[in-house]
């Protein structure tokens, strides 16, 4: 007697006889090819066109990372989805500075093969999405987790697998970022304890189609052979795979540049300042004359004997100023800058650092609004320069980037100008005690508020110059950075409002010891490094000048056609 085989009326109807009569049943041979090709097409993007994801297209890509497989069924992915500008600039300028720091630690040519890549798609694609890795669960806990306890994070990779080919099918480009401090991602987008990220993928329409992988098209590193990575058995010794930090080769270097693509030289040809250039071109306001701000103030800090100049000097060079024969005034005039002073504190030097804050809370507030109310009227009148006038304010500018990055005294003080052994001591010395005084400075356990950093441990002309900040990026406007006293106010002002990040220009990398620190913190790379000890804003006034040239260039050179 025979009987018919009980079929389950859900799950698997097929029998083992007919698995074994047709063991490739299972396959889909019609969709092989498109398989084939989304895989094949698969592409890191790097520039965004700013049209919006539709919802129902975003929702599929969620749901395919959704759909990846996870070890014991654990699912342990989470997607943050962002789209917020706040969030993206904070999110951009983490990775700036960590692309810096990674540069770092290379050699050269490496480094400067990396800061040839493109990385703006954090602030170009219209969505963002973090996946997160929910690792709270023990992995004793979860099936095949307590042999591989990192198996949870394999799950997660493969859903951002399969959000990468959904997104390709559908036309979307994806750019997955891991160069950011994992810590830093983590605070930004609030993640409890226990939860990990793995980076930030960049989603929306692609601004580019390469045809093979950018980081293979640049010369960073090439595929391999399968049969180089494929073994029988065993594990065969052979060849180590091609570093990703070889520096590439300078003809095969393509830099994805937005705006230049048609111009007839090569991609990245310009390098920092292609850069630069493509920053300040996406700003509402670019094109004018420019102006040199110059602000001007006394310290009493000058008392503890910290500079090797009388504080009667200020007035001096601002006097010049005035007249436009100082030298920021002189190098402003040669840029074809427009050359403003501010006042900010001429003859009143208030408190002295060690003691006392730096500016009460009602001088600070005028301060810093005449700045920004100044930075607004100047920002649609082409680039504004940044320079400063105060004897004694680069022990006030190392105290404040002290504050802002939490360092010692030890690591923030220069020589400044002219200073010998014992007048660096005494800054060191005063820089200390002034952190003291107000809970600053290392470690690092509480972040300080910007602009309490700046009217406590600053002066008069730095409060003015965050202002200016601050309002040339309100008007739309881009700022060209002069020496670290400078540099420290863009520093408060994008610890206040990240999105500054993206209108600033690192005019030159001065010789303050904390001034490239405060650079790396800004994820800004310097167009000069002449070691210039001026401030006044002759290293702005000479970069600016170089920035407006490059833009000159760009509208002059020759530009090329689609065929």
Known sequence: MSYRRPVPTIGDATTAAERAQAPDAWAMPDDLDALDRVVGARRDIRRYRPDPVPDDVLDAVLTAGHRGPSVGHSQPWRFIVVTEAATRDTAALMADRSRLRQAAGMAE?????????????????????????????????????????????????????NMWLTARAHGLGLGWVTLFEPAELKELLGLPDGVETLGWLCLGWPDERPPEPGLERAGWSRRLPLEQVVMRERWTERDAPTSHLRAPDQADVVGARDRSDDLLTVPGSLGVLDAVLDRVTALPAVDGPGTLVVAVADHAVTAYGVTAFDPSVTADVARATREGTSMGAVAATAAGLDVELVDAGIGCSRGDLVTTDALDEPTYAVLLGQGRERGRALAGRGPVALGEVGVGNTTVAAAVAAALLGLPADDVVGRGSSADAAMIERKRDVVGRALARVGAGAPADVRVDPHEAVRRLGGGELAVLTGVVLGVAEGGGVVVLDGLATSVCALAAVRAEPAVAAHLVAGQRSREKAHAAVLHELGLEPLLDLRIRAGEGVGAALATGLVKDALALRRGVARTTTV
């Open 109 to 161: 040519e490496s480094a400067r093969g990396l800061l040839d890549l493109r990385l703006e798609g954090i602030r170009e694609a219209p969505v963002g999405v973090v996946v997160a890795c929910d690792r709270r669960t023990p992995a004793a806990g979860v099936l095949g987790r307590a042999t591989f306890p990192d198996a949870d994070l394999w799950s997660c990779a493969a859903a951002i697998e």
